[in-house]
């Protein structure tokens, strides 16, 4: 058995010397350590944020406007999602993951085990930072400073801007008995259109410098005939005025119907 440990020994030596291994600094190895936590956590944050902003934009859209554009609603909805975002949280996922497999202890816990504490992290921090309002800031910043985000997602107000498929948002400047005076949200000026037959929903404001949604329909060149007109935050419904969606309503003022 000496002679054994003794053989090992003198190879592990003989290895050593041949291979030229040196220890390593402790300095070195407490920097590797912290720099696997450092980037797991760096890269599970960047995710949460991604999933703060992915769901900021899916609590803004108006998701039942597929019965206005006689779309089947699973297309539709697929059309909605943020895929943009989606991609994105999905590669910090996996980033996540593996940089947490490179951890000291990683390698002590198996798949579902990771990929549960990852997906964990994402959701407490994404949803934190969702309702602090970050994901909303963050989702401004990018619709400010990039000029082509709304062309790659869907957001609100892109939305709300498609006057010629019969969506049409922006602020009050002024009313008539039937004529709102309308700045879109690119600053356009329109003259948007309502009667007895246009359903107004119970929370619009429509006074100067409120801002509104608007269902219709362009008729010409600035000019938007309603069918209906929403608040800006929401669909502006209770659940009373669910249940009497294909009701009478209860009269309105201004020539629109209130529901």
Sequence with gaps: MDKFMKN??????????KENIRLQPRWKYLAKKYSAWTSFFLVALIGAAAFS???FIVSQLDWD??????????FYFLSLLPHLWIILIVALAFFAFFNL????????????????TVLGI?????????????????NSSFGRHFPGYEKLVMTKESQWSQPEKGFLAGTVNSVSENTIDLQ????KEWQVSFDENTTIRPS???EK?????????????????????????????????RSKENGNSDGGRMNGRRK
Aim: proline residues 2%; positive net charge; charged residues 30%.
């Design 209 to 241: 410098g409120e801002m509104i949604k608007a269902i219709g329909r362009e008729e010409k060149s600035q000019t938007f005939r309603s069918d209906e007109i929403r608040p800006w935050q929401g669909r502006g419904q209770t659940k009373g005025d």
């Design 65 to 74: 406007l597929y019965r206005v554009m006689h779309r089947n609603p699973f």
């Design 101 to 116: 497999r490179k951890t000291e202890t990683g390698y002590r816990y198996d798949f579902s085990k990771i990929a549960i």
């Design 8 to 17: 090992i020994i003198e190879d592990t030596i003989g290895k050593i010397k």
């Design 184 to 187: 879109d949200l690119s600053g």
């Design 122 to 138: 994402l959701l407490f921090f994404g949803l934190s930072m969702f309702f602090l309002g970050f994901g909303g800031k963050l």
């Design 204 to 206: 619009v404001n429509l």
């Design 53 to 55: 902003v992915a769901y």
